[in-house]
């Protein structure tokens, strides 16, 4: 990225009036949907599931609202139907996961996430303990792998899809990292009849590209879902680096205005 595109990400006066406002309507959504989630899960699984895709959206409200941001998205026409989906992505910054479950909620995806965050963060920690999300020990590649297979056999029983990042991390500044392919291929190892779906994200690193002191406004966030890639049309060993590409391509489409696939 060039000196000259970070210079326009700089803040600006506006940033730090919206900030407070922002950081006070997100503490407000995290608390009142850990309790709406903690009240459905009483009655039922799907009821918090329900919940849970409310919680994505008024994520995702309080960043077009307040932020001012705006969304560009895309879908492909269809999906394989009847088979397991393994959603791949770029990544970048905690809104991700909204973003993403949101505007793919009829697939219920569930994230492959940092043990880490299974505490401490209302509404988000709880439903990453009770929701069938894999929580993995990035430091015990063992323990990862271990955890990812048991997510992936569990996802076709609850209807569920899943959803990786194989970066291994989020990309403070946009950049994104060559993929890994341990987690991805663990997961198909237990769901061979499972299509990959890439997709790309872009601005969503700008959100907290200082850490939300202060959040920018007018952000442009992107999320294009691409067509699905059957991994028994290729060679195990170059699947990794095909999505890699493809994914890869289209964050460069994206950033010269180009259009999609």
């Given amino acids: ?23 006070v309507v997100l503490l407000s959504i995290l608390l009142v949907f850990h309790l709406l989630q903690v009240v459905a899960r009483r009655v039922s699984v799907r009821l918090q599931e329900h919940m849970y895709d409310g919680l994505c ?13 705006r969304f560009d998205v895309r879908l492909p026409a269809e999906f394989p139907p ?11 910054s905690m809104f991700d996961i909204p973003l993403q479950g949101w505007y793919l909620r009829s697939f219920r995806p569930r994230f492959v996430a940092k043990r880490e965050l299974s505490h401490g963060v209302p509404a988000i920690s709880y439903a990453l303990r009770t929701l069938g999300h894999a929580l993995i020990d990035r430091d015990d590649a063992r323990q990862s792998i271990s955890a990812i297979k048991e997510f992936a056999r569990a996802l076709p ?3 569920r899809s899943a959803a990786i990042y194989p970066e291994g991390t989020r990309s403070r500044d946009g950049t994104m990292a060559p993929l890994k392919g341990a987690g991805l291929l663990a997961v198909l190892k ?10 790309t994200v872009d601005g969503t690193w700008r ?14 966030l992107t999320l294009h879902v691409l067509p699905a890639v059957r991994p028994a049309d290729l060679p195990r060993r170059d699947l990794t680096d095909h999505i890699d590409q493809l994914i890869r391509n289209e964050l460069t489409r994206i950033r010269a205005g180009e259009p999609g696939n």
């Fill in 190 to 199: 237990e769901l061979p009849a499972a299509h990959v779906v890439p997709m």
């Fill in 82 to 92: 009847g088979v397991p989906l393994v959603f791949v992505s770029n990544h970048q």
């Fill in 1 to 23: 990225m060039s000196e000259a595109s970070r210079e326009s990400f700089r803040p600006r006066v506006r940033d730090y009036l919206i900030t407070p406002v922002f950081l």
């Fill in 207 to 220: 959100i907290e590209q200082y850490r939300l002191r202060p959040v920018p406004a007018g952000v442009r």
């Fill in 57 to 69: 959206g008024a994520l995702l409200l309080n960043l077009k609202i307040v932020a001012r941001a």
């Fill in 157 to 159: 029983a609850a209807s």
